[in-house]
């Protein structure tokens, strides 16, 4: 991840994606960055429910969904797939 990033940002993020070998890429906002400390992941909120992840070499996706309506707008993960090896993440 060559550019510094910070946590509202608009990013592109490339991977090979495992499926068909192509380089694909998802546009988000960041919601979270690697202090290099204990997260060592970054978050891109790409859609209402899905968080892409990012680490040193890898790309993931995160499906997230409400428990229940009386909730404290806390998300559970749903399904967690993934992607591809990275090819770059770009600030837009």
């Not at 906002?29 to 429910?49: A, I, K």
């Not at 309506?69 to 797939?81: C, G, L």
Request: hydrophobic content about 30%; cysteine-free.
């Amino acid at each position: 991840m060559g550019e510094e990033v910070k946590s509202g940002d608009q990013v592109e993020i490339a991977y090979e994606s495992t499926r068909s070998g192509n380089v694909v890429s998802r546009t988000g906002t960041v919601v979270q960055t690697p202090d290099g400390n204990e997260r060592s992941v970054l978050f891109v909120e790409t859609d209402e429910n899905q968080l892409t992840g990012v680490t040193a070499e890898y790309a993931f996706s995160v499906s997230t969904g409400g428990n229940d309506a009386d909730a404290d707008d806390d998300s559970t993960v749903q399904r967690t797939v993934s992607l591809g090896p990275l090819a770059s993440v770009t600030k837009r």
